[in-house]
């Protein structure tokens, strides 16, 4: 499909190109943050350690690396902030225009204005200036190779395997590993525990089929591996989002998670499109399982997971939880994003002038590259080359 086609369609395609993101998937966990406050912007400080798990191309990366690194705002907020900017001129215009000084109360007026300047310009200045957050960690995982990012530690790993819970955790904290051993990594002495993850993202799904079943359920083993990971590394309290596709039985998923997680809300931003199954489970308020005579659950390395009485001594819809058992419950759904902003499912007519941008990062290792390596010595789509006219 060319390029011109594809911005017709899709609007969220030509703005995160034109916005310098990745992907158009940006968009989604910024209108997400929007409606839960993810990264807790009225308290910096409770968010600076994340984890953003099946990462490539690296958009929910940049996301997280302008936020908290650069201090940048995005969505609701900067539009808040522009809105404050552009009433701070008008008053100031009006100021000007109705404000002439009296023979009797010059020096009064001249009192007032100059303290209303003051703090219009103190509230101007707090608008400029960025707001970066200290001691940030953020670390991005994926089976792709990604362009790297700065400020972000990448991993070239599977989070579905047990291996990569020990090489998080020294990806996390360096300095508290001893060791060449990456697979094993073991605490240093004399050191304290490593300050544990705030918040863990997962917009990872399979290579879609177009068999709704089989998708379905292999997403829901995605979505299992990284819940797997969060429990892991996550503090009391942590937040929890992943992409889901909701259907048969989603339920169950749902009930799962609230037996970890105080609160679970399915959000659907605007960004995604309507006439897509996926969805986004944001868990809130992680409540860590409670440990056993025998020691902490889980049997890789204490720290935490499936195999444990929480989720009925195995993984979750295999032998856990099944159809027929009375412990469904359903989360609040909620649409995220302005109803004003673009619809993701609605074709726009571009101006004359458009130009077509190129991706901000192509892919650097795609899976289909061999095949359009072919495609090209055979001649084009199907072996046939472009008839002359």
């Not at 943050?33 to 600076?48: G, I, K, Q, R, Y």
């Not at 109705?98 to 310009?121: F, L, V």
Request: net charge negative; with cysteine; proline share 8%.
């Amino acid at each position: 499909m060319g390029k011109s086609s594809k911005d017709k369609r899709d609007a969220y395609y030509r703005l995160a190109k034109e916005q310098n993101w990745r992907a158009r998937s940006a968009f989604k966990l910024i209108q997400v943050d929007e409606e839960f406050d993810l990264f807790a912007h009225s308290d910096p400080d409770s968010v600076t350690r994340v984890v953003d798990l099946c990462a490539a191309p690296g958009s929910w990366s940049q996301v997280l690396s302008r936020v908290l690194i650069k201090g940048e705002s995005f969505g609701r907020r900067a539009w808040e902030e522009k809105s404050r900017k552009e009433a701070r001129a008008l008053r100031s215009v009006g100021t000007e225009n109705t404000q002439r000084p009296q023979p009797d109360g010059i020096e009064e007026g001249q009192e007032k204005k100059g303290a209303n300047d003051e703090e219009e310009e103190e509230e101007e200045d707090q608008d400029k200036i960025l707001k970066p957050r200290k001691n940030v960690k953020i670390v991005s995982i994926d089976l792709q190779p990604m362009a790297p990012l700065e400020g972000i530690t990448t991993l070239k790993a599977d989070i579905t395997h047990p291996s990569t819970i020990p090489l998080l955790l020294k990806a996390l904290d360096p300095e508290l590993y001893e060791g060449d051993d990456a697979n094993s990594p073991h605490l240093s002495p004399n050191r304290p525990h490593p300050h544990p993850v705030d918040l863990v993202l997962s917009d990872g799904a399979p290579d879609v089929t177009g068999l709704h079943d089989l998708d379905i359920y292999v997403q829901s083993q995605l979505l299992y591996a990284a819940l797997n990971l969060a429990i892991g590394v996550l503090r009391p309290g942590g937040k929890f989002v992943a992409k889901i596709f909701r259907g048969r039985d989603v339920d169950l998923i749902y009930a799962q998670l609230k037996t970890v997680f105080k609160k679970v809300s399915v959000a659907k931003p605007r960004s995604s499109r309507a006439s897509s199954l996926e969805a986004f489970v944001v868990c809130e308020g992680f409540k860590p399982p409670v440990k056993d005579s025998d020691g902490p659950q889980g049997s890789k390395g204490g720290l935490g997971g499936f195999d444990n009485p929480v989720f009925g001594g195995a993984r979750p819809g295999v032998a856990g939880l099944s159809a027929g058992d009375h412990h469904r419950w359903i989360p609040p759904f909620i649409a995220c994003g302005d109803l004003s902003s673009w619809d993701a499912d609605a074709s726009y007519e571009l101006p004359p002038d458009h130009v077509s941008l190129d991706p901000v990062q192509p892919p650097t290792a795609p899976p289909y590259k061999r095949a359009l390596e072919l495609r090209k010595e055979r001649g084009g789509a199907f072996g046939k080359t472009k008839s002359p006219r």
